[in-house]
Structures are given as structure tokens and as C-alpha cells.
């Protein structure tokens, strides 16, 4: 007779401050830049989610990830100020963006859990990723929609997960991974991306 194990799906609580619009903390060009031929395929007119879990580190001391990445975000806008723009489409669904400097959304968040109660193998599908990236009303549109949405949420531990949803017409993987590492190099204190945006 075999017998048959039953998981108890993990469960537990976000509780998240208001979304805010994090801008570029300089001024940047106000221009319209029309979108390549390649990134103006209307299959890749939708938003890529992504996870990234970070361990508690006493390094931090008693600093507040969220603060640290929402500065951080503000200085790497600078730099890669057309994802605090808005996408708008031209003649014949021509997909341009208006770096008008409105914003990527910023979420703060904390849950009552530890990273060891996700269990052992962290992977896709994520559990609960709803409640680690939140879809904020009227966020999700491809057109007259922030770029970006970024969620901290720390948990009881002391580790955090920083989730991303980012417009897939504003880049790829590459590009997405050129702009997290910026982030972290703002995040530890550099001036300067060491790899500048095209």
C-alpha cells in the first residue's frame, strides 16, 4: 500500500505601505525615444515577473533594505531615466517612450515569515508571488503605465525578496539584469554604474 504525503500550502501575511512613485533624483532629458522594430513586436507587449530572495546579512546592521533599494532606485534612474517614463503609441501603433520622469511604483512590504518555512528548493512557480509582487490598479497596461513595479518585502528572519515586473518592450533578460546590477552598485554607495545604458 503506498502511502500518500499531503503538503500544507504555506500561508501568511504581507502587510504592505502604500505604493509611491520613486522619480529620478536629478533631473533628466525630457524626450520622446521611439522603441527599435525589434522591441516594438506586439508579442512582446506584456510585463515579465521576477524573484530574487536575498539572506539576512549582519553586514546590514540595522539598515531598512527598502529604504537602501529606494534610494538606490532613484539614483539608477538617473542613468536609466526612460523607465521612469510612460510608453505611448504613434502612427501605425508605433510604440515611442515619453520620458516624461514620472516614476517606477515602489512597494514596502513585510510578512510574517522566515525564509526557511519556503522550504528547501526556492524555485518557479513561486508560492504566494501575488503577495510578494502586487498588481496595483491600473498598473498593468502596456500603454500610459509605469515601466517598472518594485516590491521589498522583508521578512521576520531578516532576509528580504525583492520582486520586479518590469515592461518587456523596455528591454530583455540582458538588459533587466544590466539594470539590477546598477541598482546594487547605487546600493552600495557607487555614483556611476560601472556598465553605462545605450
Same mark, same amino acid.
Given at each position: 500500500?503506498?502511502?500518500?504525503?499531503?503538503?500544507?500550502?504555506?500561508?501568511?501575511?504581507?502587510?504592505?505601505?502604500?505604493? =509611491?512613485?520613486?522619480?529620478? !533624483?536629478?533631473?533628466?532629458?525630457?524626450?520622446?525615444?521611439?522603441?527599435?522594430?525589434?522591441?516594438?513586436?506586439?508579442?512582446?507587449?506584456?510585463?515579465?515577473?521576477?524573484?530574487?530572495?536575498?539572506?539576512?546579512?549582519?553586514?546590514?546592521?540595522?539598515?531598512?533594505?527598502?529604504?537602501?533599494?529606494?534610494?538606490?532606485?532613484?539614483?539608477?534612474?538617473?542613468? *536609466? *531615466?526612460?523607465?521612469?517614463?510612460?510608453?505611448?503609441?504613434?502612427?501605425?501603433?508605433?510604440?515611442?517612450?515619453d520620458c516624461s520622469g514620472q516614476g517606477v511604483l515602489f512597494i514596502e512590504a513585510e510578512a510574517d515569515?522566515?525564509?526557511?518555512?519556503?522550504?528547501?528548493?526556492?524555485?518557479?512557480?513561486?508560492?504566494?508571488? =501575488?503577495?510578494?509582487? *502586487?498588481?496595483?490598479?491600473?498598473?498593468s497596461g502596456i500603454l500610459d503605465s509605469p515601466l517598472l513595479l518594485i516590491q521589498v518585502t522583508r521578512?521576520?528572519?531578516?532576509?528580504?525578496?525583492?520582486?520586479?515586473?518590469?515592461?518587456?518592450?523596455?528591454?530583455d533578460v540582458f538588459g533587466y539584469v544590466q539594470f539590477l546590477t546598477a541598482l546594487s552598485e547605487m !546600493?552600495?554607495?557607487?555614483?556611476?554604474?560601472?556598465?553605462?545604458?545605450?
Amino acid at each position: 500500500m503506498s502511502q500518500q504525503t499531503t503538503t500544507t500550502p504555506l500561508t501568511f501575511t504581507v502587510r504592505r505601505h502604500e505604493p =509611491e512613485l520613486i522619480v529620478p !533624483a536629478k533631473p533628466t532629458p525630457r524626450e520622446l525615444k521611439p522603441l527599435s522594430d525589434i522591441d516594438d513586436q506586439e508579442g512582446l507587449r506584456f510585463h515579465i515577473p521576477g524573484i530574487h530572495i536575498y539572506q539576512s546579512n549582519p553586514k546590514m546592521g540595522n539598515k531598512n533594505p527598502a529604504s537602501v533599494i529606494r534610494d538606490a532606485l532613484a539614483k539608477a534612474l538617473v542613468f *536609466y *531615466y526612460p523607465f521612469a517614463g510612460r510608453l505611448k503609441e504613434g502612427p501605425g501603433r508605433k510604440l515611442m517612450v515619453d520620458c516624461s520622469g514620472q516614476g517606477v511604483l515602489f512597494i514596502e512590504a513585510e510578512a510574517d515569515v522566515t525564509l526557511k518555512q519556503f522550504g528547501v528548493e526556492l524555485q518557479p512557480p513561486f508560492p504566494c508571488r =501575488e503577495e510578494l509582487l *502586487y498588481d496595483v490598479p491600473g498598473s498593468s497596461g502596456i500603454l500610459d503605465s509605469p515601466l517598472l513595479l518594485i516590491q521589498v518585502t522583508r521578512l521576520l528572519c531578516g532576509a528580504f525578496i525583492l520582486a520586479v515586473r518590469f515592461s518587456h518592450t523596455m528591454c530583455d533578460v540582458f538588459g533587466y539584469v544590466q539594470f539590477l546590477t546598477a541598482l546594487s552598485e547605487m !546600493a552600495k554607495g557607487a555614483s556611476t554604474p560601472s556598465m553605462l545604458p545605450v
